[in-house]
């Protein structure tokens, strides 16, 4: 009699459906090699792209405008820089969402310096209100670093044409005008303007996040990404979200102190520099902030559109809330008055 038992338990064994394997989707991420970057990295590098079944590789740029490009083209699915008036004008043709936050100048987080050439310095360029008079390396008229000198001059109160502004295309270059004094100053991530100070090429006169505190960039994809395979996103998120938390958890400090190194920052800073030209010390101490949440400050990207308007670099009628998809995040800062909640249009707080 058991013969037959074992023969019956092996027939319904085999009748028992197999569970099909998770597919595993394909997904490009275009970003620069900047510590802004580095949840991102990390997603990878800790394995947390792959417990969500995706399978990422990077496309990296040395300025912002290419990405947003690659991105609107579906060239990559998921873009991650700092917002620019190129940004704005592709994002308002209905091609790209923001999704998530990247980095924020926060106070406390020295992130971006101001740095005086050598020459400049010695000439009296001491502090950021001293720009007035000089000249300022940037990309380009339009990025994220001509943002900043403007929201500069609105602070300080003068007018941003008092600063002369020499385009150089490419972070690499803005540092090479500060080495050879052809720009008095620029603007640059503190890794490297750490290493200017350190070969007396430059001098650091002052923080964006002391004066200007906003919302630098963005995580965005393709609209057809974010309607067409919004759990695609999802799970890419997921992904980027844990490592987001591992990475404040490591390298976010209370306001005005600095964190000592812990072990798990000491590893995450040796896995960014797979990606990231600058030691762990240098990691450490120029981390930006990143919310933990991917949570943006949405009244900053309104202020932003609103000065690139003010300048000139963008459509009048160019409205954030028909590129910005609130509702894959929950909790987003300093939204205006208006829609509602869990639409690509939202401006309630949750």
């Not at 496309?59 to 690659?70: K, R």
């Not at 950021?128 to 000249?135: A, C, F, K, R």
């Amino acid at each position: 009699m058991k013969w037959p038992c074992a023969l019956m338990l092996w027939l319904c064994l085999c009748l028992v459906p197999l569970q099909p394997q998770a597919q595993t989707d394909e997904l490009s991420i275009a970003a620069i090699a900047f510590p802004s970057s580095a949840p991102l990295f990390l997603a990878k590098e800790l394995g947390y792209y792959a417990d969500e079944n995706l399978e990422v590789t990077f496309q990296f740029f040395d300025a912002a405008q290419p990405i947003a490009i690659s991105v609107a083209n579906r060239q990559a699915d998921v873009g991650a820089t700092a917002f620019t008036a190129g940004f704005y004008n592709l994002a308002a043709k209905d091609t790209l969402r923001v999704i998530a936050a990247q980095s924020r100048e926060e106070p406390g987080y020295r992130f971006l310096a101001y740095v005086a050439s050598k020459s400049a310095w010695k000439k009296g360029l001491r502090h950021p209100e001293d720009l007035p008079g000089h000249s300022l390396a940037i990309t380009q008229i339009g990025s994220s670093f001509h943002l900043m000198a403007g929201l500069l001059a609105q602070e300080k109160g003068f007018d941003i044409s008092e600063i002369e502004l020499i385009p150089r295309e490419r972070v690499t270059q803005m540092i090479e005008a500060i080495r050879s004094n052809d720009a008095d100053a620029t603007i640059l991530p503190a890794p490297h303007a750490r290493r200017l100070e350190a070969e007396e090429a430059g001098r650091i006169i002052g923080w964006v996040s002391e004066e200007t505190p906003y919302q630098l960039g963005g995580i965005f994809t393709s609209r057809h990404l974010a309607e067409e395979e919004p759990e695609t996103v999802r799970r890419f998120l997921k992904a980027y979200l844990r490592a987001a938390r591992d990475y404040a958890e490591a390298f976010h400090h209370r306001r005005g102190q600095d964190r000592p190194a812990s072990e798990n920052s000491e590893r995450l800073a040796e896995l960014l520099q797979h990606y990231i030209d600058a030691s762990p010390q240098a990691l450490r101490a120029g981390a930006s902030y990143v919310d933990p949440e991917g949570r943006l400050d949405v009244g900053s990207i309104y202020q932003q559109v609103e000065w690139y308007r003010s300048a000139g670099l963008l459509d009048p009628d160019t409205d954030p809330s028909s590129f910005l998809d609130l509702s894959f995040i929950e909790g987003h800062y300093n939204l205006p008055e208006g829609l509602q909640p869990g639409s690509r249009d939202d401006k309630t707080e949750y």
